[in-house]
């Protein structure tokens, strides 16, 4: 047996001791060396000096997409610069980026999508990755559960591909509305949950977010009829580590890891 890992991290933008961040997100995503990652709020200056993707991408040799989301000015290294936050995904294997899929927005949080991408395993085998990042206005439950009925209904229009998992930071706990009526509406099932990942599930570094411990960022698989669901061989928080040099974590968030049986399909 060869198995699949795959994390998904909000990567917070530019915010906090942003150099020191990605120095210390490298040095744990080395060490946990994962197949594929799902990337949020990825930071992006128009002029190319600081591109968070790109970074992880050289420093952990692998492929990347990026579907670019919101522009907008942000203070950033002693100066404001224009620059992009975004959607990631880094694979060990190639990568086909897919059209991106546009979600119900608010006048508020107008830049909302879906990212989606192909890997093709060594033995030709395809995983279809859904990276996503629901709308965070605390008032916008409405607009939450509308992005969610779009992104059940990209869920069940796949038919073809067993291998389909869905990664990112819901802006919603597991009890919510939200992740409620996303299992209701589809054939979906929480991965940490399947590895018996440590509990209580914590997303959010509680330091950042008013000392709350709760989970926002999950990965699900799809279960398309007939077929085998996915053993998970393990689950666990990852990027939770605060730095004592550094004063700070590699993100407000932390990682999601899951590790999933894959009969005799890899070879690195």
């Known amino acids: 047996m060869q198995n699949l890992s795959v994390v998904t991290i909000n990567t917070w933008k530019c915010d906090g001791d942003y150099f020191n961040r990605m120095l210390l997100m490298v040095e744990e995503l080395k060490a946990?060396?994962?197949?594929?990652?799902?990337?949020?709020e990825c930071f992006q200056t128009k002029d190319e000096n600081a591109d968070t993707l790109n970074y992880l991408a050289e420093q952990l040799g692998m492929y990347q997409t990026f579907l670019p989301g919101r522009?907008?000015?942000?203070?950033?290294?002693?100066?404001w610069r224009d620059s992009l936050s975004g959607l990631g995904i880094?694979?060990?294997?190639?990568?086909?980026?897919?059209?991106?899929?546009?979600?119900?927005l608010t006048s508020?949080?107008?830049e909302r999508k879906l990212q989606q991408a192909i890997v093709t395993l060594p033995?030709?085998?395809?995983?279809?990755?859904?990276?996503?990042?629901?709308?965070?206005?605390?008032?916008?439950?409405?607009t939450r559960l509308l992005q969610i009925e779009k992104l059940a209904f990209v869920i069940n229009q796949n038919q073809t591909h067993q291998n389909h998992f869905i990664c990112g930071d819901f802006?919603?706990?597991?009890?919510?509305?939200?992740?409620?009526?996303?299992?209701?509406?589809?054939?979906?099932?929480?991965?940490?949950?399947e590895g018996d990942g440590?509990?209580?599930?914590?997303?959010?570094?509680?330091e950042y977010h008013h000392f709350e411990r709760v989970c926002v960022d999950f990965i699900f698989a799809q279960a398309l009829p007939n077929a085998?669901?996915?053993?998970?061989?393990?689950?666990?928080?990852?990027?939770?580590?605060?730095?004592?040099?550094?004063?700070?974590?590699?993100?407000?968030?932390?990682?999601?890891?899951?590790?999933?049986?894959?009969?005799?399909?890899?070879?690195?």
Request: glycine share 4%; proline share 7%.
């Open 32 to 40: 946990i060396a994962p197949d594929i990652i799902a990337c949020q």
């Open 123 to 142: 033995n030709g085998e395809h995983v279809l990755i859904t990276n996503l990042h629901l709308t965070h206005i605390s008032d916008a439950e409405n």
């Open 90 to 104: 880094l694979s060990r294997f190639p990568l086909t980026e897919l059209p991106p899929v546009l979600l119900p």
């Open 228 to 268: 085998t669901k996915h053993k998970v061989i393990k689950s666990s928080i990852v990027l939770n580590q605060y730095s004592e040099a550094f004063k700070t974590y590699p993100s407000d968030h932390f990682g999601i890891f899951v590790e999933i049986e894959f009969p005799n399909t890899l070879t690195h």
């Open 71 to 79: 522009e907008k000015s942000r203070y950033f290294d002693g100066g």
């Open 108 to 110: 508020e949080d107008d």
């Open 171 to 193: 802006n919603a706990t597991s009890s919510s509305l939200e992740i409620e009526s996303l299992q209701a509406l589809s054939n979906i099932f929480d991965l940490y949950e």
């Open 198 to 206: 440590d509990k209580p599930c914590i997303s959010l570094a509680p």
